[in-house]
């Protein structure tokens, strides 16, 4: 026998809600507060625009398996979206900072960013610079970093930007895939 059940529109409306959000509860049962996301995981593959953020055991430092976040990585100069590429994503083990190697995939904006960063042989170049070989080093730092996994933690994993220091202006988006 079948039942009818009726729901009135609040009713729907609440039970809608509650479904988005169990969706977005995997990241918040993974990283229950801002201090066990500040040391998480961070890697990439070569060639694409996809990190992971991951949770590692304190003991081994393996990654807990379901605790792999992927986002993608996109940068922003002058109010200008563009995409990227990288490479050698990797995260400081003892300064949490960041460091990854990124190209512009539009030749545009490439051209653009590169007459900005200082080159990689100059003596006061900073932490992003342009490397010999045409690939911008990029470092964040651990407490910049920090700061825009706070900001996925607010709100629930999905979206964060963080300011590339010494870049003439660029910044990078991290959203949830």
Do not use: C
């Amino acid at each position: 026998m079948k039942r009818i059940i009726r729901l009135t529109e609040t009713d729907l409306t609440n039970l809608v809600k509650r479904i988005i959000n169990e969706q977005r509860s995997p990241f918040l049962s993974v990283f229950p507060n801002k201090s066990v996301l500040s040391k998480s995981g961070i890697e990439g593959q070569n060639g694409g625009n996809i990190i992971y953020l991951t949770k590692r055991d304190p003991k081994t430092g393996k990654v807990v398996p379901g605790s792999k976040f992927s986002y993608r990585i996109g940068g922003k100069y002058m109010g200008v979206p563009f995409d990227i590429v990288m490479k050698n994503v990797e995260r400081g083990l003892s300064s949490g900072s960041l460091y990854a190697e990124v190209k512009p995939k539009s030749n545009t904006v490439y051209n653009m960013v590169k007459g900005l960063l200082p080159k990689e042989n100059d003596k006061d170049r900073g932490q992003t610079y342009l490397k010999n070989d045409g690939w911008i080093r990029v470092m964040v730092l651990g407490s910049a970093l920090n700061e825009a996994l706070g900001k996925l933690f607010d709100n629930k994993g999905e979206e964060a930007k963080i300011d590339v220091p010494n870049s003439g202006g660029i910044s990078i988006t991290l959203e949830q895939v």
